[in-house]
């Protein structure tokens, strides 16, 4: 815990996030009490040159993950506490959309496993009173799907990095973390949403941040299922359950960065509170052609799972 200091103090995955990067992503915390993460500038070239070998851009230890960007900036993310930036130039304010990215991506995921909250990679939504995660590799629709979802009465909870905690007898909940989401030009396209009304992500000339304030859910809900997305050769849209056996694993592939899990030292509590997680989720594989346009099929299908797994719960 920080003692509050002048710079702004925000709210995401259940976190008070004090910062002197602005993060006007971010909603600010409601809360007067001290900061959970502390966002600071600091000199780590020294620190970067003692861990740096010439092949990895990181280095995690059990209580500190540190890693470069080339021409950006050396990040340090310590015991799930603080984030220290050190640009390598003059930050100016593009440079300032650079690092929030990474703020908000890898250092946010880091500092969530070294909080022991699991941090995975995809969508949540809120579909009922229970929130559901999408989850698949960059590109597999996952930030579509949830948008298409949004706009039949659903809410966001989290896009890119989704926080799940357990709760009591190690039932999971998805955290809210803000009201933005990331959509390709494709993705714009097939909502009839114009590009020039969204900012461009830095790093992705066709990826925008797409505010979505009147769509948003803050408050924790419980984890009810979670869906992976895959492209394949097929000639139309599938799902199908994932069995036991499988669980583990889409679980530890879908994990956010979790190249960091071994280096420090969390391979161990990864497993264990997956497999505690595992036991009280519907967990599916929803299939789709890679080059067609599939979306709303995919939102039926999902909702109709999602229909049939609730009518089972209230028999």
Not at 6 to 33: C, D, M, W
Not at 236 to 244: A, D
Not at 286 to 304: G, I, M, N, S
């Amino acid at each position: 815990m920080f003692p509050a200091l002048k710079q702004p103090v925000y709210q995401a995955f259940g976190l008070t996030i004090q910062s002197e990067l602005p993060l006007p992503e971010l909603q600010p915390s409601p809360h007067n009490r001290p900061a959970d993460i502390a966002v600071l500038y600091a000199d780590l070239s020294d620190m970067w040159s003692a861990h740096s070998d010439g092949r990895k851009s990181y280095h995690c230890s059990p209580h500190r993950i540190v890693f470069r960007v080339p021409g950006l900036a050396v990040f340090a993310v310590e015991d799930g506490t603080s984030i220290r930036i050190s640009p390598e130039e003059a930050i100016y304010e593009d440079h300032e959309d650079k690092l929030r990215l990474y703020v908000l991506g890898t250092c946010m995921g880091a500092a969530l496993l070294q909080r022991r909250i699991l941090p995975l990679h995809g969508s949540a939504v809120v579909i009922g009173q229970q929130a559901y995660a999408f989850v698949g590799h960059s590109g597999h629709g996952k930030s579509t799907l949830a948008s298409a979802l949004l706009q039949r009465g659903c809410h966001l909870l989290s896009d890119d990095v989704i926080a799940v905690k357990l709760g009591d007898q190690d039932k999971p909940y998805a955290m809210p973390a803000y009201p933005q989401q990331k959509l390709w030009q494709e993705s714009l396209d097939v909502f009839g949403l114009s590009s020039d009304e969204y900012r461009p992500l830095f790093d992705r000339e066709t990826k925008y941040a797409v505010p979505v304030a009147s769509r948003f859910t803050n408050e924790a809900l419980p984890l009810a299922g979670v869906f992976e997305l895959v492209k394949a050769h097929a000639g139309e849209v599938s799902i199908r359950p994932v069995n036991k056996l499988e669980r583990l694993p889409l679980l530890h592939r879908h994990t956010y960065r979790n190249m960091f899990l071994e280096g420090s030292g969390l391979t161990k509590w990864h497993f264990d509170a997956t497999a505690r997680m595992a036991a009280h989720l519907d967990m599916h594989q929803l299939v789709r052609p890679a080059e067609a346009l599939t979306v709303q099929q995919l939102t039926e299908l999902v909702l109709h799972t999602v229909g049939e797994a609730s009518m089972m719960l209230d028999r």
